[in-house]
């Protein structure tokens, strides 16, 4: 039977099993949207702006496993995609991304809304293709999904011109589809498995760095099956954090720049850094001469040109994380290193992550720790980017039935609440929280009314403290205190050179608690540490309507430990030696 | 491990539109720059072949290959820098405001290494002259000793195939 590009489409997206498409309209895509219409099996989400539609659809598929979809229309539609194609690439998460093209006949003709999506989008995404006849539309498809899935999984581009997506032709969707090109290998080598249990049998003081590869493989169970099989402690990246549980007693902690003293020290200091999913990113790394200077380095990774990319690696370990943790499994044995445990447990001891007890406005260590306590099983926190994020990643506590998601790799402000909103339509049935600076927030800001429209029952925590603190903080400590462009409280009358934060400051715009309401979201500002968790416990108890909860903190907090730019990681500001908060 | 020299690398891709764009955005996004490349299509029509030349350190090298490897389009990769292959490029010269005595010299260094003179009259020259890219380097050394400034340099980029006897590069 012949049936339409369009037709086809909605049919390829029901046999790849998509129960959630993120789709924003536009005049190319309009036939495919008329395909969709009073569609059953597939739900269907309007979001406000591409951008977030791409980090919802992002949210999505960190938080099921499963490939996120999203559809937009050419020229803006497309162009608004980026920053969340580039987002989601940079930190593996599978997706699909369909984007509407004026005809093939109008291609190259600057026509109305045209750009050319493949060439912008290839650089930041894993492929990238247009559909350039209709008979070839239902094995791209079929392709785009098994790339965006396999291997280093990442995001497919498929550019479809409005005269395919009408044009008659084969009903028939591919079962199976083979690339000459591409064949992922996920199977580890048996010789290099030997060579890595060598290493580890006469190692004296060896650590674990987990990085995100090992959340998505999904071989939390079996990693701490190995931990607890050798006894050796383990460090993690931001992407890492929660492959083991975080109150396990062999977990340091975070590594990197705002990384615990402990987890820093256990890494400079180690003699075998065996290492599973992470690329050596130079937040983690420091100055790269430094680190991990005395150790051999064994690498696993599916990505073999992340080997001895960033570090010299001794042992590389090609393959899926789950498959090489597992064949390690098999004749690992116990390590006597008792000895080095105990010397990082006394530094994880004496020098813990902590802020000051006395601060202005609310602690935003006691945000975190309230939200440990209040969302403590069942429940996934996003974050936003910043100093929000740090502190996250500092004072979160995960466990198996707990998930982070955060825009580690690209680092996008605007990420928090989208991807909340995508977590929580995969996930009806947990708690979901965003965590937001106030800059962040209003990246996105627009995603208010998704929450509110979808009837999305979420906790947003917005950390107000009217600066984009992040880089405030390092003009603070770097660049002679002087907070260039970053205070957003600033009016036209204040002096431009101000880095002078007082209590007569013009009031914040805009006033969270109103523009929440506005949308039709509950808001709470909480403005006294003590009422964190009142506030925590009423969103959570609000049914199908999303809750705003402003914190004012402290102006100036800082997120301290920080090793210094370029530095050795033993070159630190702890709290105590920087003497600003 | 710095061991900067010249490399050759031999690329099966896709034969479909944007290929080009792909690769050569991996070496401009990665900031490795290319010398020549060449491209065109094989016995098999929906296969290109392509050669690309390019300086690097092994470091480099390395990453460059497997950037490669992992790309969906590419076929296949081969590293041509040390193994046995045959490489010819072609160079055109174009020489204008020529003297009898540069004449004469011209068509006596012409005789010598192997250069067809495929154009004249008389006060211009064109030379075409295939042989590996070393040689049309040494050769445009010399002719630019001489007609500085008044020479047209046209290169068409290194094509390469493995040697089946002798090898020649």
Known sequence: ?581 | MNNVKKRWICLFVENEIGVLARISGLFSSKAYNIDTITVGTTEDTTVSRMTISFTSDDKTFEQIKKQFNRSVEVIKVVDYTDIPIHMKEILFVKINHCSEKDKKEIFRIADIFNITIVDYNYTSILLECTQTEDINDAIIKLLQEKFMNRMEITRGGVVATEAIGVANK
């Open chain 1, 1 to 581: 039977m012949k049936i339409s590009g369009a037709k086809l489409f909605v049919e390829a997206l029901k046999k790849e099993k998509v129960d959630t498409l993120f789709a924003y309209p536009g005049g190319q895509t309009i036939d495919l949207f008329d395909a969709l219409y009073g569609e059953k099996e597939i739900n269907i989400i309007l979001p406000r702006h591409e951008q977030a539609l791409a980090h919802a659809a992002d949210g999505y598929a960190r938080s099921t496993g499963k490939v996120g979809v999203c559809l937009v229309t050419s020229g803006p539609g497309a162009t608004n995609l980026v920053t969340g194609i580039a987002t989601a690439n940079y930190d593996s998460v599978p997706m699909v991304c369909f984007t509407g093209q004026v005809p093939t006949n109008l291609i190259g003709n600057d026509a109305f809304q045209e750009v050319d999506t493949i060439g912008i989008m290839r650089s930041v995404c894993k492929y990238a293709v247009t559909v350039r006849n209709r008979e070839e539309l239902g094995k791209i498809i079929k392709k785009a999904f098994f790339i965006a899935r396999t291997g280093k999984p990442g995001v497919v581009v498929v550019d479809i011109p409005k005269d395919i997506q009408i044009a008659l032709g084969s009903d028939v969707y591919p079962e199976k589809v083979s690339i000459r090109g591409y064949k992922p290998n996920t199977d580890v080598h048996p010789m290099q498995v030997k060579r890595v249990l060598a290493a580890l049998k006469t190692a004296k003081k060896p650590v674990f760095l987990i990085g995100g590869g090992v959340n998505i493989a999904h071989a939390n169970k079996e990693l701490t099956k190995l931990v607890e099989l050798t006894g050796i402690p383990v460090v993690t990246t931001i992407m890492g954090k929660g492959a083991i549980d975080t109150n396990h007693e062999l977990y340091i902690g975070n590594i990197g720049i705002h990384g615990s003293y402990a987890s820093n020290h256990a890494i400079s200091e180690c003699d075998v850094l065996f290492s599973i999913g992470t690329r050596f990113n130079d937040r983690i790394t420091g100055k790269i001469e430094t680190f991990a200077k005395n150790a051999k380095i064994i690498h696993v990774d599916i990505d073999t040109a992340a080997i001895s990319r960033n570090i010299v690696v001794d042992i590389p370990l090609v393959g899926d994380a789950k498959k090489a943790i597992n064949a390690l499994l098999e004749n690992a044995k116990p390590l006597n290193i008792s000895e080095w445990v105990k010397q990082i447990q006394e530094w994880k001891k004496e020098y813990p992550i902590e802020m000051p007890k006395e601060v202005k406005g609310v602690s935003p260590q006691k945000i975190i720790e309230a939200i440990n306590k209040v969302f403590d099983k069942n429940a996934i926190i996003t974050t936003d980017v910043g100093q929000n994020q740090l502190w996250t990643t500092q004072f979160l506590e995960l466990n198996s039935t707990k998930k982070m998601l955060t825009s580690g790799g690209l680092g996008t402000m605007g990420y928090g609440l989208p991807s909340a909103i995508g977590a929580k339509i995969g996930n009806p049935t947990k708690d979901v929280v965003s965590i937001a600076g106030d800059g962040g927030m209003q990246m996105n800001i627009q995603e208010m009314a998704t929450a509110v429209v979808n009837e999305l029952p979420m906790t947003l925590c917005v950390l107000n403290n009217g600066y984009l603190g992040n880089v405030r903080q390092w003009q603070e400590m770097f660049y002679n205190k002087q907070y260039s462009l970053t205070c957003l409280r600033y009016r036209k009358s204040c002096n431009q050179a101000c880095s002078n934060p007082n209590k007569d400051c013009p009031p914040f715009i805009p006033d969270f608690i109103k523009l929440a309401e506005s949308y039709g979201a509950k808001a709470i500002r909480v403005t006294k540490t003590e009422d964190i968790e009142k506030a925590l416990k009423e969103a959570k108890k609000n049914k199908r309507v999303p809750t705003l909860i402003e914190f004012i903190i402290d102006r100036e907090a800082n997120v301290l430990p920080m090793v210094k730019p370029r530095k050795f990681f033993r070159q630190y500001y702890s709290r105590i030696q920087w003497k600003g908060r």
